[in-house]
């Protein structure tokens, strides 16, 4: 099945730095999803965007739908210790007709106090 | 309390045992799907239904049959001719967009 390239893979950063991470693909999507999955339970659903260009905030996270339609990122600003986790991009393909999400293989990010 | 509810959380078997994961949902979605996730790979889908009493082959269905006769309930079997079925499983269900259930950790022994 088709992966998206997320990166980095790993980043390990101390608290209060900001934290970038992206997803590209050869293949246009008309939506970008972003999840948080923390060990041991099921990701949760941070952001979605839905539109070339659309940038998105919740709280101290923003993303971004890249306007090729081809790639996303998510920022993470003034990063805190429970941000610790691993995050998966999503993206549904704008030619799909089952509404299926191809996911990234994730960025396991580490905080330091 | 609503939501998407899997269990067990932890489960073993013996190798060559057929075992079944139970997903259930009250979110009243028509769409539930099954993933696998294996350290470093990301989530791999197994099977998915858009509806009751349909469902379709993901990208890594071998070895893994589901059935769907309920809206709420889409159990996941994992049977013996799956070759490497220690595993991280996840069930999900779509409304505006997909929601994943806490998770079971099969360990086949």
């Known amino acids: 099945g088709q992966q998206l390239n997320q990166s980095p893979q790993s980043m390990f950063i101390q608290e209060g730095e900001d934290v970038s991470m992206n997803c590209t693909s050869s293949s246009i999507f008309n939506t970008w999803l972003w999840y948080k999955q923390e060990p041991g339970e099921g990701p949760v659903l941070l952001i979605a965007?839905?539109?070339?260009?659309e940038l998105t905030s919740n709280g101290r996270l923003t993303a971004q739908f890249g306007i090729t339609r081809k790639d996303s990122f998510l920022n993470i600003s003034a990063s805190i210790p429970s941000d610790v986790g691993i995050y998966f991009c999503a993206g549904r393909l704008f030619s799909s007709n089952t509404g299926k999400l191809i996911f990234g293989q994730g960025t396991t990010l580490q905080v330091k106090p | 309390d609503g939501g998407i509810t899997q269990s067990p959380k932890y489960l073993f078997r013996k190798e060559g045992q057929n075992v079944t994961l139970s997903c259930e949902q009250n979110l009243n979605h028509d769409a539930m799907y099954w993933y696998r996730q294996d350290p470093g790979q990301g989530l791999r889908l197994i099977y998915y239904?858009?509806?009751?009493?349909?469902?379709q082959k993901g990208d890594i269905a071998e070895g893994y049959s589901v059935s769907r006769e309920k809206k709420e309930s889409f159990p996941l079997t994992v049977t013996s001719a799956q070759k490497n079925p220690t595993a991280f499983y996840l069930c999900?269900?779509?409304?505006?967009?997909?929601?994943f259930g806490p998770g079971t950790r099969l360990t086949v022994l």
């Open positions: 999900a269900t779509r409304g505006n967009e997909q929601f």
């Open positions: 239904s858009q509806i009751v009493n349909d469902f």
């Open positions: 965007l839905y539109k070339a260009g």
